[in-house]
């Protein structure tokens, strides 16, 4: 996939050849699917290693101030678009309904309710999906993450910018080189993917915030101190 296009006949080849070699040398695809695979792991792997490599104190620092919020009464509210979406809703599952004896936390999908997201554009616009709930939902101590692969999506901008007048925390994990998203002043902690992948962007975001809402249960276990 190029930025912000699917992927045609030609982006297919290249990522998949395989699929497009000759039927009678069935060896040399399994050949290929072989290595194919290796490399997509090799890749990832060396990707999330950079990423801890060169975010890992930010993101500590990151669960801190999301700690900081939750033990204040803060509540989590998470949006992205397309992948980013079901990425948004896994993310806030993670922190509000935990398997086993993880603590649950408050949060909300903002993509969840289907009425409000398509009220929304088609009476005022796309644009404005997700800083309308935050004007509605949002108050002054909560806590605004938005997802985005290329870090353009106007949307997520927009939620971002009405989150910072609320008083919001926000936390933004874009792909790329952070697109729009790293030249805006209203996120407090932004984190991006560096890859020219969609499919690694989006399996490095899904370890990396995976790792924050773990860092943060911890981070909260620290400031509370034991429970008796």
């Not at 979406?85 to 004896?101: E, I, N, R, W």
């Amino acid at each position: 996939m190029t930025r912000g296009k699917p992927v045609g006949a030609s982006g297919l080849e290249e990522l998949y050849p395989f699929l497009y070699a000759g039927a009678s040398d069935v060896e040399a695809v399994l050949t290929q699917v072989r290595q194919s695979t290796v490399d997509k792991a090799r890749e990832i792997i060396e990707l999330r290693a950079s990423v801890l490599e060169s975010d890992g104190e930010r993101l500590w620092a990151c669960a801190r101030d999301l700690a900081r919020a939750f033990a204040r009464g803060g509540r989590l509210l998470v949006f992205g678009n397309g992948g980013s979406s079901t990425d948004a809703q896994d993310l806030a599952s993670l922190f509000l309904s935990p398997a086993g004896d993880a603590r649950p936390l408050p949060a909300f999908g903002l993509t969840n309710d289907i009425a409000v997201v398509t009220a929304l554009s088609n009476d005022i616009g796309f644009d404005v999906v997700f800083a309308r709930q935050v004007a509605a939902f949002g108050r002054a101590g909560d806590i605004a993450v938005g997802l985005s692969t290329s870090g353009n999506s106007a949307n997520l901008l927009a939620a971002f910018d009405e989150a910072a007048r609320r008083g919001l925390l926000t936390v933004g994990i874009a792909g790329y080189d952070g697109g729009k998203m790293a030249e805006l002043d209203s996120i407090d902690h932004l984190f991006v993917v560096p890859s020219p992948s969609v499919h690694r962007i989006q399996e490095a975001q899904t370890t990396l915030y995976h790792a924050l809402w773990e860092l943060t249960l911890g981070a909260l276990d620290d400031l509370e101190g034991p429970q008796p």
